[in-house]
């Protein structure tokens, strides 16, 4: 066993980073440029870095395994772009066909121009909709009448998206509208969800204005370049495909250039850390390569991996912290690629994918028209279908064999979007435990997890467990967490 020696003030600073995902990439590459002096060392105990973000070539095309985009309402993914120097590298979304389609029997019909999540931008296309019943759009169009409960109005006041949607919106826009926008995005039990962790903009508009269409008509309105985007969103549906972009190799392609930016000695894949122990220098790993174990000391560490793993390491450190990032689980899910001929596909592909109500009992979440979304990946002639399935309300689907995912993909794309003939390429990537679930009250679960981190000088966690889930959240916890140990260690 070899140690390393004991962290001290006459040589360079040691940082660790547990987890190579985005979040840990962005931590690593954040705390050496705020110090380069130091000695940051990235551990991965996987083969490869980033995570989710998981592009492919086969054959010349470019093919996305896990996430496809960011969206620019947030700075962080694109403020790293910039700092990288691959801005320039930027590609938008397909102008055209910018909606979600969803499952309603054996057809996709359109989600209603200018419905977002669960704000109805445009009465006139909730009205021509066929995804509800007259009763449906007349409760959904009733809700600047419902009136508020008085206890919204309490500190730290939460409910599960299904309570508020329905509350407000009515049961049949919730399972109709709502609910499946949102699993394709959380892959979530809505009736869990917090409201405050994943759209806490509705939980103040009800809270401010008494309800979601009055927030709309009373709110502040946005101006310039805002509000030519708000327009463009009001134009889309389902979710806010105006906002969203890539990279030209594909999302990959900002992993590739995090690794490329920080020295060559940081990253360390195959490497799993065991133990986490406090010393009266900073802080002890204990680290597995090629079988063998060894000590090494830092004087900080980031804990960028899943919080359950997280608490586990902690476990011997802070028992109560370890039990609070206990409490985060979450869903698995499988995401099925097909690459097939155009003319083996008997729909339109006018929108760029769709989402499958819970109600609808099919064995898909959501499935993407990934070519459809950014042309030009693959040659004329050819689609590259992504079929996604398990979750929290289906994970027993995780578990299937490649064969059987593909098959069942091929059978609920053929049901619904008129799929046949054999693929050209087929491939399943399983995302297991990789996206937490925001139960009703995670906001003040998080607030108790970085309280209790902080009475920990040179400690910090960072992921998609804390305060969002998308790509640019992920980047601002990395770098935030880098930005405190820095701080505690400046």
């Known amino acids: 066993m070899n140690d390393s020696p004991a962290p001290n003030a006459s040589r360079p600073r040691r940082i660790a980073v547990i987890g190579g995902g985005v979040s840990g990439l962005a931590a690593a590459h954040r705390a050496q440029t705020l110090l380069p002096e130091a000695e940051v060392r990235l551990y991965e105990r996987g083969p490869r870095v980033g995570g989710a973000l998981d592009s492919t070539r086969h054959d010349g095309w470019l093919l996305e395994r896990g996430a496809d985009s960011f969206t620019t309402k947030l700075a962080g993914a694109i403020d790293l772009c910039r700092e990288l120097g691959i801005a320039d590298q930027i590609v938008e979304t397909n102008s055209q066909h910018r909606r979600a389609l969803i499952a309603s029997g054996p057809r996709l019909l359109p989600t209603p121009a200018g419905f977002v999540l669960m704000r109805a931008n445009k009465i006139g296309s909730v009205l021509s909709t066929r995804l509800l019943s007259w009763r449906g759009k007349l409760r959904l169009l009733a809700e600047p009448f419902i009136a508020a409960p008085p206890e919204v109005q309490q500190p730290g006041y939460d409910e599960s998206v299904a309570s508020f949607a329905t509350r407000r919106l009515g049961r049949e826009a919730f399972e109709r509208l709502v609910q499946p926008l949102l699993a394709g995005i959380y892959v979530a039990d809505a009736t869990q969800l917090s409201l405050a962790g994943t759209m806490p903009e509705f939980l103040e508009a009800e809270r401010t204005y008494g309800s979601l269409t009055r927030a709309l008509w009373r709110g502040p ?121 155009r003319e083996d596909v008997g729909h339109d592909l006018d929108g760029f994918g769709f989402v499958v109500p819970a109600v609808e009992n099919r064995d898909l979440v959501a499935g993407s028209f990934a070519s459809v979304k950014y042309p030009g990946r693959l040659p004329d002639g050819l689609v590259h279908l992504r079929a996604f399935a398990g979750g929290a309300l289906r994970p027993e689907l995780v578990d299937r064999g490649d064969d059987e995912l593909v098959a069942l993909a091929r059978r609920e794309l053929g049901e619904l979007i008129g799929l046949r003939g054999e693929p050209l390429w087929s491939d399943v990537a399983r995302w297991r435990e990789s996206m937490p679930q925001y139960d009703v009250g995670h906001v003040t679960l998080v607030d108790d997890i970085l309280a209790r981190v902080a009475t920990h000088p040179g400690l910090a966690v960072a992921g998609n467990a804390y305060r969002g889930v998308g790509i640019p959240q992920c980047i601002a916890s990395g770098r935030g967490a880098a930005e405190a140990v820095v701080g505690q260690l400046a």
Do not use: M
């Not at 105006?242 to 990959?252: A, D, P, Y």
């Not at 802080?283 to 560490?301: H, K, M, S, T, V």
């Open 221 to 341: 309105r946005p101006a310039g370049a805002t509000a030519e985007r708000q327009a463009a969103e009001n134009n889309s549906s389902g979710a806010r495909y105006s906002v969203f972009v890539s990279l030209r190799s594909g999302v990959s392609g900002l992993v590739g250039a995090l690794v490329d930016a920080l020295p060559a000695n940081c990253v360390h894949r195959g490497v799993e850390v065991a133990r986490v122990d406090r010393d009266s220098g900073g802080w002890r790993l204990r680290l597995i390569e090629n079988g063998q174990p060894r000590d090494e000391a830092f004087d900080a560490i980031i804990l960028a991996a899943q919080a359950p793993l997280a608490g586990r390491l902690l476990a011997g450190v802070d028992a109560e912290l370890a039990g609070q990032l206990a409490k985060i689980r979450y869903a698995s899910s499988a995401v099925i690629g097909l690459v097939c001929r």
